[in-house]
């Protein structure tokens, strides 16, 4: 199912052998107050995932990873690189994106994240 309110998620991961994904731009704190009440993340990775400029970097908690990482696009009229920045957190039935802002073209992730039957 897709577009469903976060707040639906505990129903959506009742379900046996169920994936969610959590795609959050701009998210607030009572954003991540429900993912960490939903997910029980390390309050280390809740910490970095809202802050700018993380070094790129895999962290492995007990129950989940934690991403920093970016991706870079050409300005073609400026000539300049514009980099954004994604924080990623990966559980056995989550996948929780988290976008600083709307650079992150989450379209094309989408669109591989459909095309695979894994």
């Given amino acids: 199912m897709r577009g469903f309110p976060a707040e639906d998620t505990s129903q959506h991961l009742a379900a046996p052998g169920s994936v969610v994904w959590l795609d959050l731009c701009a998210p607030t704190a009572a954003d991540f107050n429900m993912i960490n009440a939903e997910f029980g993340l390390h309050e280390l990775a809740i910490e970095d995932a809202p802050h700018e400029r993380q070094r790129p970097k895999l ?39 988290v976008r600083k802002d709307t650079g992150f073209d989450i379209d094309q992730v989408t669109a591989r994240w459909d095309a695979s039957p894994d």
């Fill in 59 to 97: 962290d492995r908690y007990p129950h989940h990873l934690f991403i920093s990482a970016y991706t870079v696009d050409l300005d073609t009229a400026a000539g300049e690189l514009a980099a954004s920045e994604i924080a990623v957190f990966v559980t056995d039935q989550a996948l929780i994106t």
